[in-house]
């Protein structure tokens, strides 16, 4: 569970943890629909639209602090966006209706929909760029690792901290040219390296579940799928620092607008998210972490996870939704 003293005022209401089920599992359904159809701008779409259309029916006062986008590229749940009834709490969001859009539209494990929601001000408020980001599970002694170091710095000092040597350790990265140099070096001090894809938040989570074999993430993803899966991280408990990749003067100004004065700033776990943050994940394809939405006649199948930062509680909700109902899922 996370060292952190959350005040009074981070706290959200602990009856919206259950609400963001909803939330996710609509989304997860709508773009199951069009799983393996080839098609990942309409796959993510319908995500959009679903989580959208849920997320207005609940009782927060509700902006969007990392979404689809800035308000001239997203039309809908762009940053900034306010959603709910307006009559709750403040809250910030972030959400990647549809993490993994390729993963989906190619039917590849891995992909879901995903959210988090905390206390107004609590959640890192970033335009929609690239974020460096080292990540590993609970256990170890803080700093262990830190962004700043090298590669071969952080690999021996994190086997050490094991109890094992380098070339024991798995390090998770995504399987992107930019990463060549990162790969080639991990490798020449024998490390293991998992490649993925995509879906770096489940990556990021992934090194805190140590059936996973995953010991280190390391590299560049998304920022907003940074705060996600740092949200996941501060519940159960592991070690995280993200730096945005502010390349262009163009985002440097992004960033000012949003209030980020440091551009070359890194961010510790608890400043990616900072109060008490609840995430939710369903699973659109079937991945290691959760099975994908099932379509089985009248039923509807979903698998999701919850995680709370306050309480380090995780759930796992598995659902039946049937579409005879009046109230049928979308
Ligand atoms: C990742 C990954 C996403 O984007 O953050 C990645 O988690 C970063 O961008 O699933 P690039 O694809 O440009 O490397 C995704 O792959 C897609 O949103």
Redesign the pocket.
Known sequence: MTDLIVTEDKIIERILTMELVRVTERAAVASARLRGHGNEKAADQAAVDAMRRELNRLPIDGTIVIGEGERDEAPMLFIGEKVGTTKGPKVDIAV?PL?????CAKDMPGSIAVMAMAQAGTLLYAPDV?MDKIAIGPGYPKGVVDLDNTPEENIAALAKAKGCKPNEITALV?D?P?HAELISRLRAIGCSIRLI?????V?VIQCAEPSTGIDIYLG???A???VLAAGALRCVGGQMQGRLILDTPEKVARAATMGIKDPKKKYELNELASGDVVVAATGVTDGSLLSGVKFRGDVIETETIVYRSLTGTVRRIAGEHRELSKFHID
Not at 99 to 103: A, D, H, K, M
Not at 197 to 201: A, I, K, M
């Open positions: 990647d993490e993994g859009t390729t993963l690239y995504m992107r930019r894809t995509d879906g770096d938040v990556g560049i993803g998304g907003p799928e940074g």
